[in-house]
């Protein structure tokens, strides 16, 4: 089976109030650094057993602030190491960040997906998060991909900022679909003690504009609406926060949903060879002076036993509109004796959810319907808590 490589860079230019991603805010002269133990890790992993690739992500933090020539080093280095076939390698980069000398640059590097964090149109709503891009940026960065022969360009906007109401968010997705991307992500603002933004929620405070964030049933009706508006343009709805038009879904994220394996080098990186998980350390200068002294990168192993395999195909599965096939996962169940009693509990919870309609079988397919997705995470809970 072909391989997916993630391939994490941790920086940033600030720290926006809602993330709760591990990055880092640090002194241009450890990119290079980081970018040589990348090189290193991604050569020794051959020592693994070379094996084909076909989807590569940049992911971060901010990729697109990397000196293209360490980008191009890093994937030299992943072609030297595994044979990269036919393949989609996308690199996610902020507005500001994108001139025409490193459009052309990735174009030239075989970079041919990029995913630009939009998050809103707005300069109000950016600004208030710490948005360093402003609503001209972002079409000024479409025009440079463009220019450069980018032909698949993925965009996501964010519901719930901070001072977005219906009138904005309205704003945000026709501008977004004027530059019609070929992918579209809408996310749903998560406030959890790892932003920033939340922390202060949690806490009852009143900086970050926490105070001017729309409520739980504001948030699920602009996702609604860019639900209506995504198909009216052509979109197709493939996962619960991703839309691509005709032959755009993400190749590398579909990994992760069908649990294909995957590759994750650097700082903080995950993998998954089918049965075991790994995680790389993540902090970003610890994962280097390891790389510079021979040791070891992983943190976080763990073999993934039959019963949380059984979760994951659900849990991941049904993430996606095509939803999981139930009587293939039936068969497996009914093959393994402790499978067996677990399959039975779940086979009753599905029917229970189904009754409610918060669940539906479309022939052997298991999915949530497009209408209920705002409540994913409760139907997940009803289903394997
Ligand atoms: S949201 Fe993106 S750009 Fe902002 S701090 Fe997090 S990783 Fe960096």
Not at 22 to 46: K, N
Not at 56 to 64: L, N
Not at 162 to 187: C, D, F, G, M
Not at 234 to 262: C, M, Q, V
Request: hydrophobic share 40%; net charge negative; with cysteine.
């Amino acid at each position: 089976m072909t391989l997916g490589v993630y391939i994490q860079i941790p920086f940033c230019q600030t720290k926006c109030t809602y993330c709760n991603f591990h990055t880092g805010v640090v002194p241009r002269d450890r990119y290079q650094p980081y970018a040589d133990a990348l090189c290193r890790e991604i050569r020794e992993s051959a020592a693994h057993g070379a094996q084909p690739v076909d989807t590569v992500y940049f992911g971060g933090g901010t990729p697109s602030l990397l000196d293209p020539a360490a980008l191009a080093r890093i994937l030299d280095a992943l072609r030297a190491a595994h044979a990269v076939e036919s393949p989609e390698i996308t690199l996610e980069a902020d507005p500001e960040t994108v001139t025409a000398e490193k459009a052309s640059a990735w174009e030239r590097m075989g970079i041919n997906r990029i995913s630009l964090g939009v998050q809103s149109f707005h300069d109000a709503e950016l600004r208030s998060t710490g948005r360093l891009h402003r609503r001209e940026d972002i079409f000024r960065a479409t025009d440079l991909l463009r220019t450069a022969g980018l032909r698949n360009i993925s965009m996501d906007l964010i519901a719930g900022l901070p001072h977005q109401t219906a009138k904005t968010w309205e704003e945000s997705l026709n501008q977004l679909l004027r530059l019609y991307p070929e992918h579209v992500s809408i996310y749903m603002l998560e406030l959890d003690e790892g932003s920033r933004l939340g922390r202060e929620s949690l806490a009852g405070g009143t900086r970050y504009s926490v105070g001017a964030i729309p409520d739980d049933d504001a948030i699920a009706g602009f996702y609604e609406s860019a639900r209506v508006a995504l198909a009216k343009a052509g979109y197709d709805h493939y996962e619960i926060s991703n839309w691509g038009l005709p032959g755009f879904p993400s190749r590398h994220n579909l990994k992760y949903w069908h649990r294909e394996p995957y590759y994750g080098a650097g700082a903080g990186a995950h993998s998954f060879d089918g049965i075991v998980r790994w995680a790389n350390v993540h902090e970003a200068s610890r994962y280097v002076t390891l790389i510079q002294q021979g040791g070891s990168v992983h943190e976080l192993t763990e073999t993934v036993t039959p019963l949380n395999a059984l979760s994951e195909m659900f849990f991941l599965g049904l993430r996606l509109l095509a939803g999981v096939d139930l009587a293939w996962i039936e068969r497996q169940c009914q093959a393994d004796e402790i499978l067996r009693g677990r399959w039975e509990v779940l086979r009753q919870r599905v029917d229970t959810l189904q009754r409610h309609g918060m669940i539906e079988l479309a022939g052997d397919r298991l999915r949530i319907p497009p209408d209920r997705l705002t409540i994913s995470n409760e139907i997940f809970l009803e289903l394997l808590g």
